[in-house]
């Protein structure tokens, strides 16, 4: 199982990121698949989740109508657009799944929100 995040960077207050989240190793459409973040200094929080049977989605309330998980089954990517950012969104956003009783992360991928 291998979980490869991309499309962070550093954006202004109330900008835009779409990070995705490349799967392999698995049959990704037979999985939910998780975002996680960690801010320097604080525990991994969950940010957002979206389903394999109906895509049903899941937030925080911290993202809330700022923040959309979707997935791509054909390209076993997902993906969270992410919207309005604040600097309190600041973190390392994690890819996660839990497959066949195990946790399996990605590398992360740093986003910052700042002027």
């Known amino acids: 199982v291998q979980l490869v995040e991309s499309g962070g960077g550093l954006v202004q207050p109330g900008g835009s990121l779409k990070l995705a989240c490349s799967a392999s190793?698995?049959?990704?459409?037979?999985?939910?698949m998780n975002w996680f973040r960690q801010a320097s200094g604080k525990e991994r929080e969950f940010v957002a989740a979206?389903?394999?049977?109906?895509?049903?989605?899941e937030y925080s309330n911290s993202v809330k109508g700022r923040f959309t998980i979707s997935r791509d089954n054909a390209k076993n990517t997902v993906y969270l657009q992410m919207n309005n950012l604040k600097p309190g969104d600041t973190a390392v956003y994690y890819c996660?799944?839990?497959?066949?009783?195990?946790?399996?992360w990605g590398q992360g991928t740093q986003v910052t929100v700042s002027s």
């Open positions: 996660n799944s839990y497959i066949r009783r195990f946790d399996y």
């Open positions: 190793g698995f049959t990704f459409s037979n999985y939910a």
């Open positions: 979206i389903s394999s049977a109906d895509d049903s989605t």
